[in-house]
């Protein structure tokens, strides 16, 4: 016997400040960055994990917060024009910047941060790998709350099921089915799990010590996860690359895939015993 939950309607606007409204997702988007930035410094500033000094000064993880910010969001932007409805923007160029409808890519976002990532170690000469590896390191926590505002939005629900715990979305496009509620999913996978384990590493394992396995491990990490959930994922129709029974999720995550294995390997093969020297390289 099932169960078939019902998820109430819940306002996507999560405070207003007089003329001003602020969001669950842009909410979450604020607190994963603002956690992001305070476990970044606590990282930096911890010499147990380096074997002595960081390459890196906690203090300059305030100044890189911003470029990361600008990395997701223009990133996660034109991941989405791009990646999933490029016809629609192309004939709508007006649209690309209408951020407040929706759309934003995670592989965008993601391409994004790691190009702010790139340019700001460069511009300051620091070792590119270690301070990607010290990002993230704490990118689970975006993967974690950006999902669960998901969640609360009723939205990138699941397929139909019956599975015992089949929630019932809000959203008239849903069709007041039983689904899966895959956000959830995803928050438990690509959020919790994987930065457990990232954690693990970095903690039990001295992973900074080899610069880019803790990268390599967070974005192979959110490729499987992402492709084993997008078999509970409801995709849109006509809305990114479909090739068979492959989705666009499974699809863009592939290289994720290739990449994270490649950086592990090179990270393990190199052996460093420690962190990156060779200021501004990749």
Known sequence: MSF???????DPVALELGPISVKWYGLAYMVSLLLGWAYARS??????????????????????LLWITLGVVVGGRLGYVLFYNPVYFFDNP??????????????GGMLGSLLAIWVYSR?????????????AATAPLGFLFGRI???????????????????????????GLP?????????????????LFVRFLTHKRRAFLKPGLVLGTAILGYGLARIFVENFRQF????????????P???????????????????????????????GSA
């Open 4 to 10: 078939i939950i019902i998820l109430p309607v819940i």
């Open 43 to 64: 990282l930096a500033g911890n010499q147990a994990l380096w074997r002595g000094k960081s390459p890196i000064r906690p203090d300059q993880f305030d100044d890189l």
């Open 94 to 107: 007006s649209q690309i910047v209408a951020t407040w409808n929706g759309g934003m890519s995670f592989h």
């Open 123 to 135: 511009r300051h000469n620091l070792p590119v790998l270690s301070v990607m590896d010290v990002a």
């Open 149 to 175: 505002a998901n969640f609360i939005n009723g939205e990138l629900w699941g397929r139909v099921t019956d599975v015992p715990w089949a929630m019932v979305f809000p959203n008239p496009e849903a069709g």
């Open 179 to 195: 689904r899966h509620p895959s956000q959830l999913y995803e928050a438990a996978l690509e959020g919790l799990v994987l930065f």
């Open 236 to 247: 849109d129709e006509g809305v990114g690359l479909m090739i068979g029974p492959f989705t």
């Open 249 to 279: 999720g499974m699809i863009y995550s592939l290289p994720m895939v290739i990449l994270g294995g490649y950086l592990i390997h090179r990270a393990r093969k190199l052996g460093a015993d420690a962190p990156e020297k060779q200021t």
